[in-house]
C-alpha cells in the first residue's frame, strides 16, 4: 500500500515508525499527567438542582417523576417528552422538565446527547432565558447550561450561543445569577479538547471578545465568598490562554482585589484565588514581577502555610510558587521568605505522592537559583537523604522529580556527589537510561558521568552488576536516536558511559 494511500486511512493506535511512537507517547503521557494535576480541583463543575426525588408530594409532580424515571438513561421516547415539556405553553410543565434536564446533563444517554447536539436544546434553553423576568427559573435555566458546558467538547461547544447572555448576566443584581453565569463561563473556558489545535482558544476567545473580563473583576468587589470563588474560577480558565487576550487581569482593580482576598474567606477562598495566580504566573512574565512589585508574595507565602495540612487544596499554591520560582528574577525574592523552604520541604514528605511530586517540582526549581546559601540550607535540613530515599522506592513520577533535584544540587558542588549513597542511588539512574523518554535518559547518563568523573571509588561502582546494564543492547538504538536531537557533549557523554558503542545515526 502507498504511503498517500496509507495516508488516507485514519490513524491507528499505532504509529508509522519508533520515532512518532515514543513522541506520542510522550506528549500522552505528559497530557494526561497535566490534566489528572488540574482535575483534583479545577475540573469543571457540575451542578444538581432542587429536584429532591424521594419527596413527591402532589400528583402532578408524581406524573412527572414516572415520566422521567430511569434516571441518566433516557431513550428516545422519554427525550421527546422531555422536548415536548420543555416547549409547553405552561410554565410549571417547562420548568418542571428544565429541572430534570439539569440533572441528566450530568451524564446524558446516547439519545439525549444526540438532541443537545442537534442544537436545538441550547436555542430553546436562550429562548426562554430571553423571555424570563423570574430570577428563580433564570438560575435553573442558566444552571441547566452550566451542566451542559461540563460536559464533553461536542456538547460543550452547542453552548457557544449562550455566551453573550451568560456575560450580561454577569451584571445581574441577582448574586445567584452572577454565580451560576460564571460557572457556566467558566466549564467552557475551561475546554482541553485538543492541545494541538486552536479551537479551545477560540471559545475563550470569544468569551473574553463578549466582554467578560470587566465583568468578572468587578465581581470580586463582592464580599459574597460563592461570587469571589467563582469569578476567580473562570478567569483562572481564560487566563490559559495568550497573555495579550487577557491582559486586562494584570489591572491595578485586579491585584487589589487579589490583595484582599488572598486570606480574607478562608482556605477554599483562597484556593481558587491560587489558581487563578497559578494560570497568570505560568503565562506572563509581567503578572510575576507585580508579584513582587505590589506586595503580594507575603500573603501567597501565609496562604501556603494556611493550606499545606489541607491536603490537595494546596496544590494552586504550589503551583503559583513553582512558577514564580522558575523565573531566577522572582525566585530570589521567594528564597528570601523565611517562611518558604520549610514549608516546601515539610510537604515532600507528605503522604499523598501528588503533592510530594508538585512539592519536588518546585524545589527542583529552586536549586537551579545561583544562590549558595539555598543548597546548604536544604542539605542542613537532612533533605538530601529523603530525596535519595525517594529516588529509590518512590512512585516513577516522584523519582524523576527527586532525581532533579538531586542533581541541581550536586551541579552547585560537583564533587559533593561522592558523598551520596550512590551504590543505592545507581540502579534507579539506570533505570532512567532504559525509558524511552529523552529527558530520562540525558538525566540518567548525566548523573553516570559524574560519577565516573568524581567518584574515588569508581572500581567499586564497575564491580556492581547493575553497571552493566548499561551495556545492554536495548540502550544502543535509544542512545543512536538521542544523537540526532542533542548537543555533542550529550553524544560524548553517551559515548563515554556505554565504551563507545552508539554510533550517529536513528534507529528505524
Not at 254 to 266: D, P
Request: proline content about 4%.
Amino acid at each position: 500500500m502507498s504511503t498517500a494511500r496509507h495516508d488516507m486511512y485514519k490513524r491507528t493506535a499505532i504509529s508509522g515508525t519508533a520515532q512518532d511512537l515514543r513522541q506520542r507517547r510522550v506528549d500522552i503521557s505528559t497530557a494526561i499527567r497535566n490534566r489528572h494535576r488540574d482535575e483534583l480541583i479545577t475540573s469543571k463543575r457540575f451542578r444538581f438542582l432542587s429536584i429532591n426525588e424521594p419527596e413527591i408530594v402532589d400528583l402532578e409532580s408524581a406524573k412527572i417523576h414516572d415520566k422521567y424515571t430511569d434516571l441518566f438513561n433516557l431513550a428516545e421516547p422519554q427525550v421527546k417528552s422531555l422536548v415536548n415539556d420543555l416547549n409547553s405553553t405552561h410554565k410549571k410543565v417547562r420548568m418542571d422538565a428544565v429541572v430534570y434536564l439539569g440533572d441528566y446533563a450530568c451524564n446524558p444517554s446516547e439519545a439525549l446527547v444526540k438532541y443537545i447536539k442537534s442544537g436545538e436544546c441550547i436555542k430553546s434553553l436562550v429562548n426562554m432565558v430571553i423571555c424570563e423576568v423570574d430570577p428563580v427559573i433564570i438560575q435553573q435555566i442558566v444552571q441547566v447550561i452550566s451542566n451542559i458546558a461540563a460536559g464533553p467538547y461536542d456538547l460543550c461547544v452547542q453552548c457557544l450561543p449562550a455566551i453573550p447572555y451568560l456575560v450580561t448576566m454577569l451584571n445581574s443584581n441577582n448574586t445567584e445569577i452572577r454565580e451560576l453565569a460564571s460557572y457556566a463561563l467558566g466549564n467552557m473556558a475551561s475546554e482541553d479538547y485538543d492541545r494541538t489545535s486552536e479551537q479551545d482558544e477560540e471559545i475563550r476567545r470569544d468569551i473574553i471578545l463578549s466582554g467578560a473580563i470587566p465583568l468578572l473583576i468587578q465581581m470580586l468587589d463582592s464580599n459574597e465568598p460563592n461570587l469571589i470563588r467563582s469569578s476567580c474560577l473562570t478567569m483562572s480558565h481564560l487566563a490559559r490562554g495568550p497573555e495579550n487576550q487577557w491582559r486586562e487581569l494584570r489591572s491595578k482593580a485586579m491585584t487589589l482585589a487579589l490583595l484582599r482576598h488572598l486570606t480574607r474567606h478562608g482556605a477554599t477562598t483562597g484556593t481558587e484565588v491560587c489558581w487563578l495566580m497559578g494560570s497568570m504566573t505560568a503565562n506572563s512574565e509581567q503578572f510575576r514581577k507585580q508579584i513582587i512589585e505590589e506586595g503580594l508574595l507575603p500573603l501567597l507565602i501565609n496562604v501556603f502555610q494556611l493550606l499545606k495540612s489541607e491536603d490537595c487544596a494546596v496544590l494552586p499554591a504550589l503551583r503559583t510558587l513553582g512558577h514564580l520560582s522558575s523565573d531566577s528574577g522572582t525566585g530570589r525574592y521567594l528564597v528570601l521568605e523565611p517562611q518558604f523552604l520549610p514549608c516546601l520541604i515539610q510537604l515532600t514528605h507528605s503522604e499523598d505522592w501528588v503533592i510530594t511530586k508538585e512539592a519536588l517540582w518546585v524545589l527542583s526549581n529552586v536549586t537551579t537559583i545561583k544562590m549558595d546559601d539555598i543548597v546548604q540550607i536544604i542539605r542542613d535540613t537532612g533533605e538530601v537523604k529523603h530525596m535519595a530515599e525517594l529516588i529509590m522506592h518512590g512512585k516513577f513520577e516522584v523519582r524523576e522529580e527527586a532525581s532533579k533535584c538531586l542533581f541541581n544540587m550536586v551541579m552547585h558542588d560537583p564533587p559533593s556527589i561522592a558523598a551520596l549513597p550512590h551504590q543505592f542511588l545507581l540502579p534507579a539512574f539506570l533505570d532512567f537510561i532504559q525509558s524511552q523518554e529523552e529527558h530520562l535518559i540525558i538525566l540518567g547518563l548525566s548523573y553516570v558521568e559524574l560519577l565516573l568523573k568524581y567518584v574515588p571509588e569508581l572500581n567499586d561502582i564497575k564491580r556492581r552488576p547493575s553497571i552493566h546494564h548499561l551495556c545492554a543492547t536495548n540502550i544502543v538504538p535509544f542512545g543512536n536516536w538521542l544523537l540526532t536531537f542533542n548537543s555533542q557533549r550529550t553524544a560524548n557523554t553517551i559515548s563515554s558511559c556505554i565504551g563507545g558503542r552508539i554510533h550517529s545515526g536513528c534507529c528505524d
